[in-house]
């Protein structure tokens, strides 16, 4: 239910107040006639002028509120000053001359048309409602002015017909065009209220021409309530210019041309009917149907001056569009051009497009894959009709090895995509807005794995030459250790061993000597043949010392004797199976002997201090001018992982083997298993300097 403003609640209730109050104070009024009349004409001034102030004050938006107000004002106005003049002339109820002045409500009857036709119609159908109004205000007066005229009236009561017949005819003619033209529920409640006004209007007329007045109770209560009505339909009802109504009917113009000639037909009939019946004077009915042909002329003239105005508009209009269409050939021409060089330009992007290494992806404001590249469709496995149309959230959940990192892509710029054959693809992504209505964003796809990986290789190897410069480092400081600690044990043992036998033969050659001098030779020989026997000890000991620098095997018998025999000789120690194999194509130079002796012998070291081995195996040959190395067992093996702990930890022994090989130029190797043994291997090339480190 709608729900009325407090003010236009108070406007409705006000109006309805005074309606109440104005018909009761009519029906209390006396029966005497002069009284009653009196007092219908002040009710009728009272009634006009507190409507033209609620016009004025509250009126919902109606252009022609102001000429209406004056014209109930002007109603008012002339009411009270007909109450007075009958009040203090006591003349009563006639025609005079001053009934002319009623003519001056005509003013604001032809402004309330003005404002009306202002704000609904063209210049043009302004002009011609204004013709066409004024013929059928003119026929119908002139019908009313011939049927109300009494039979003997003189000039004044002539005039005064006049008078009340014109007013009657414009009142209806006005607002019943307005509402024609707008057929709105405010201008049919206005024509509703001025049409029964200009009907008592006429009554009226035909009862003050005759001298017949005597008031009656619907004359009366019509001219009382008509002009609350009014007010009640200008502050209660919006103008259709205030809801957007501003389109006028289109059959309103036809239909009052059409009206306008009947009616001054009609009025040319009816005056030249009844001219001599009503009495008129020959010069009065002449220049009634004078005036008539006069503004059907007007009329016909009016449309002829618009049936050519339109015919010139039509043909400006023509020639207009001509040119209009001549513009659009060359415009069209012009476009054309435009659209193929647009369509040229289109085709060679979208061979660009397709044709991209990079991906390229162009997404709409839901995030959903408007077009997509061949390359794209071949990064994430599918066909391109499968990528186009699906949001980006979709297609991770159809592509192969897409995760979160895909799927954050647009947003990350890194994304990746595990394919099944293990190697994953790796993708980086840039957005660029696309200024397009609907906005789109295109983004830019480029697989990056060659450069992931080759980052990925570089950043181990430098993690690797960074572990093996430590390495190196823990190495040599080791290295360095046992070299200074080999040196030690070397001068230890030839001054306990060596040095200390020849300075004790040095003292006993000493004493022979001066027992071979004072003639006690035969004691001089004893001592020299024990200094014999204390000499041949001190050199078997050098010579083991001078074994333990290099094996002494190898200056007499070579690298695979040598090689052969220390095999042996650890097995017979621990008690393990052994196995030699192998062969030498090439002669092997005395250094890379001796390195390939000591690789041999470090990994025996290692086998016997950790592998609790059963079985080792040995074999060495020369292959493509390489020499290869490689000791096998079986023992409890270990994670090649934890090498570099070993060495953290002082197990320096698999690292001084790779440094003895990489310092030859040469390739070390090591693979072992946890309970399944291990594989040491050695490649060292033949033409290398070997350098030779003993480590204990």
Aim: with cysteine.
């Amino acid at each position: 239910m709608e729900v009325v403003a407090p003010s236009r609640t108070r406007r409705v209730l006000v109006i309805l107040v005074l309606a109440a109050v104005s018909v009761a104070l009519y029906a209390a009024l006396p029966a005497d006639t002069r009284a009653q009349a009196r007092g219908s004409e002040s009710l009728f001034a009272a009634t006009a002028l507190v409507a033209a102030f609620l016009v004025l004050r509250a009126a919902l938006g109606w252009p022609s509120r102001r000429s209406i107000a004056f014209l109930l004002m002007l109603v008012g106005v002339g009411a009270l000053t007909f109450l007075l003049s009958d009040v203090l002339g006591g003349t009563g109820y006639r025609p005079a001359w001053s009934d002319l002045a009623f003519l001056i409500l005509l003013v604001p009857l032809v402004l309330a048309l003005r404002d009306e036709l202002r704000a609904h119609l063209a210049p043009r159908d302004r002009r011609e409602t204004a013709i066409d109004v004024a013929l059928i205000s003119f026929s119908l007066a002139a019908i009313a002015y011939t049927l109300l005229r009494p039979a003997d009236a003189d000039a004044v009561v002539s005039s005064s017909t006049a008078v009340f017949a014109l007013l009657a005819a414009a009142t209806f003619t006005v607002f019943a065009a307005v509402a024609l033209w707008v057929p709105s529920v405010g201008h049919l409640l206005l024509f509703l209220s001025f049409a029964p006004a200009s009907l008592a209007s006429l009554w009226f007329g035909w009862q003050w021409t005759h001298e017949m007045f005597e008031g009656t109770l619907v004359v009366d209560l019509v001219w009382i309530v008509a002009p609350l009505g009014i007010a009640a339909v200008l502050t209660l009802v919006p103008h259709p210019t205030a809801r957007g109504e501003t389109n006028p009917a289109r059959v309103a113009r036809p239909v009052m041309t059409s009206v306008a000639v009947m009616a001054a037909c009609a009025a040319l009939v009816v005056v030249s009917i009844l001219d001599s019946e009503q009495g008129l004077p020959g010069t009065q009915s002449t220049a009634i149907l004078a005036l008539l042909v006069v503004g059907i002329a007007v009329r016909i003239l009016a449309n002829q001056f618009a049936t050519a105005q339109a015919r010139s508009e039509a043909r400006d209009a023509l020639e207009h569009r001509e040119r209009a269409l001549r513009e659009a050939d060359r415009a069209l021409g012009r476009e054309r051009e435009a659209n193929e060089t647009l369509r040229s330009s289109e085709e060679h992007l979208r061979l660009v497009f397709d044709a991209a290494a990079d991906g390229f992806v162009e997404l709409d404001e839901r995030n959903v894959i408007v077009r997509a590249n061949e390359a794209f469709a071949w990064m994430v496995g599918l066909d391109r009709s499968m990528v186009e149309g699906r949001s980006w959230d979709a297609l991770t959940g159809i592509v192969q090895g897409g995760g979160p990192s895909f799927q954050q892509l647009p947003e990350t710029g890194q994304g990746e995509i595990r394919r099944a054959e293990g190697q994953p693809l790796y993708l980086e992504s840039r957005i660029s807005n696309v200024p397009t209505l609907p906005p789109r964003r295109l983004m830019l796809v480029r697989d990056v794995t060659a450069a992931k990986v080759a980052d990925r290789t570089i950043r181990s190897l430098f993690q690797f030459l960074q572990d093996r410069d430590e390495d190196r480092t823990r190495l040599l400081r080791r290295t360095n250790a046992a070299i200074e600690q080999e040196r030690n044990r070397i001068a230890r043992d030839l001054h306990d061993g060596p040095v200390q036998g020849v300075s004790a033969a040095s003292l006993s050659l000493e004493a022979a000597l001066l027992m071979i001098k004072a003639g006690d030779v035969d004691r001089g020989l004893e001592v020299l043949t024990r200094l014999r026997g204390e000499l041949a000890g001190e050199a078997d000991a050098l010579r083991r010392l001078m074994a333990g620098l290099r094996p002494p095997v190898l200056e007499e018998r070579g690298l695979m004797p040598a090689l052969r025999e220390t095999l042996a000789r650890f097995g017979t120690d621990l008690g393990v199976a052994t196995e030699f194999t192998g062969h030498l194509d090439a002669e092997i130079p005395g250094d890379l002997e001796t390195l390939a002796f000591r690789v041999v012998q470090e990994a025996l070291t290692n086998i016997a201090k950790h592998a609790d081995a059963s079985r080792v195996t040995v074999h060495v040959s020369s292959e493509q001018e390489h020499l290869r190395i490689e000791v096998e067992d079986d023992g409890t093996g270990f994670e090649t992982e934890r090498a570099r702990d070993f060495l953290r930890s002082g197990r320096v022994g698999l690292a001084s083997m790779r440094e003895r090989v990489e310092l030859a130029s040469g390739t070390f190797a090591v693979r072992s298993t946890p309970g399944r043994g291990t594989a040491v291997m050695a490649t060292i090339p033949l033409d290398s300097v070997a350098v030779t480190v003993t480590v204990p």
